[in-house]
T-cell receptor, first 109, second 113 residues
Framework: AQRVTQPEKLLSVFKGAPVELKCNYS??????LFWYVQYSRQRLQLLLR??SRESIKGFTADLNKGETSFHLKKPFAQEEDSAMYYC???????????FGKGTRLSVIA | KAGVTQTPRYLIKTRGQQVTLSCSPI?????VSWYQQTPGQGLQFLFE???????NKGNFPGRFSGRQFSNSRSEMNVSTLELGDSALYLC????????????FGPGTRLLVL
C-alpha cells in the first residue's frame, strides 16, 4: 500500500532562512505528488503538484524517484509561510489520495 | 465559482447519538471525498464517491457511512458516536476521481461529549 511520511511534526525557522519540508513516499510505480497547505483559520488548499513543475509563493518541490522523496523548499522563509503543510500521493487506478501526517512550519521573526 | 460548502460548521453531540454531515461540491465536480482530521493522526481518508457510487473506503468502522446524490452532494453519517469521533471532518471535491486536484471545504467540527 502507498504511504507518505513527513518525518518532522514541527519545523521552526527564522525569517529569511531557507526552508525544507521533507516528504518521503513508498510506492513503486509513477505517483502524482502534491503539497497541500492549511493556513490558520483557512481551508486546506493545494500549494503545488509535481506534474505542473510550478513555483508557488516561492516554493518548489522536485520528485526524486530514486530516493522516493518530494521535499518542499523555499530559499527565504517569510512569516506568512507559517502553516500546516501536507504531502500527498495519488497512485494510478482506483486508489484514494494518501496524505502524510503533516508538518507545522513556524517562521520566527 | 462557489467553493465547497459544508454544513453544519460546528456540532456538539453526546456519546451514543448519531450525526449527519453534508457537503456540497463545486459546481461541475462529480467526485467527493471525506477525511477525518485530528491533531494526532492528521488527515485520514474516510470515503470517496463518484457518480453516486462509493469508489473507496478508508479503515473506519461500519458506524461511519456515506452517500452521494444525483446532484453530487454528499452526506456522511456517524452512528453511535464515541468520544474519539471528535474531530474536524473535511469534504473535498474534484472534477473526477484520480490524479485531480482536490478542493476542500471548511470542515465540520464535531465535539462528542
Amino acid at each position: 500500500a502507498q504511504r507518505v511520511t513527513q518525518p518532522e511534526k514541527l519545523l521552526s525557522v527564522f525569517k529569511g532562512a531557507p526552508v525544507e519540508l521533507k516528504c518521503n513516499y513508498s510506492y513503486s510505480g509513477s505517483p502524482e505528488l502534491f503539497w497541500y497547505v492549511q493556513y490558520s483559520r483557512q481551508r486546506l488548499q493545494l500549494l503545488l503538484r509535481h506534474i505542473s513543475r510550478e513555483s508557488i509563493k516561492g516554493f518548489t518541490a522536485d520528485l526524486n524517484k530514486g530516493e522516493t522523496s518530494f521535499h518542499l523548499k523555499k530559499p527565504f522563509a517569510q512569516e506568512e509561510d507559517s502553516a500546516m503543510y501536507y504531502c500527498a500521493l495519488s497512485a494510478p487506478g482506483n486508489t484514494p489520495l494518501v496524505f502524510g501526517k503533516g508538518t507545522r512550519l513556524s517562521v520566527i521573526a | 465559482k462557489a467553493g465547497v460548502t459544508q454544513t453544519p460548521r460546528y456540532l456538539i453531540k453526546t456519546r451514543g447519538q448519531q450525526v449527519t454531515l453534508s457537503c456540497s461540491p463545486i459546481s461541475g465536480h462529480r467526485s467527493v471525498s471525506w477525511y477525518q482530521q485530528t491533531p494526532g493522526q492528521g488527515l485520514q481518508f474516510l470515503f470517496e464517491y463518484f457518480s453516486e457510487t462509493q469508489r473507496n473506503k478508508g479503515n473506519f468502522p461500519g458506524r461511519f457511512s456515506g452517500r452521494q446524490f444525483s446532484n453530487s452532494r454528499s452526506e456522511m453519517n456517524v452512528s453511535t458516536l464515541e468520544l474519539g469521533d471528535s474531530a474536524l471532518y473535511l469534504c473535498a471535491s474534484s472534477l473526477v476521481p484520480g490524479r485531480e486536484t482536490q478542493y476542500f471545504g471548511p470542515g465540520t467540527r464535531l465535539l462528542v461529549l
